[in-house]
């Protein structure tokens, strides 16, 4: 099987910052596209960020400038830097992976637990 575990969320400041990492385990041959999602209070889940292997890089319109996601392949981990952080930034975010578990077949998706992320005064 294959494990995603988040860390890093919490409770910020406007204007303040957080890391959100993630790291993925078990049968792991490799990994494609990796990325954020969030789901904020009677919202529905959206993307927030991906990064491919390669490290091509997507962000959502309101993210843009201010959140910056990266990976470390080696290690099977995606970060996401969140900064300048605004009250409706608010959501449990959850990391998500594209696994290949062998040399060959497809891949499969995969997904974090979540971890609250509050941005308040």
């Known amino acids: 099987q294959v494990q995603l575990v988040e860390s890093g969320g919490g409770l910020v400041q406007p204007v303040g910052s957080l890391r959100l990492s993630c790291a993925a385990s078990g049968t792991i041959f490799s990994i494609d596209a990796m990325g954020w999602y969030r789901q904020g209070p009677g919202k529905e889940r959206e993307l927030v960020a991906v990064i491919s292997s390669g490290g091509a890089t997507t962000y959502a319109d309101s993210v843009k400038g201010r959140f910056t996601i990266s990976r470390d392949n080696a290690k099977n981990t995606v970060s996401l830097q969140m900064n300048s952080l605004n009250p409706e930034d608010t959501a449990v975010y959850y990391c998500?992976?594209?696994?290949?578990?062998?040399?060959?077949?497809?891949?499969?998706?995969?997904w974090g637990q979540g971890t609250q992320v509050t941005v308040s005064s």
């Open positions: 998500n992976a594209n696994v290949r578990k062998y040399l060959v077949g497809r891949s499969y998706t995969y």
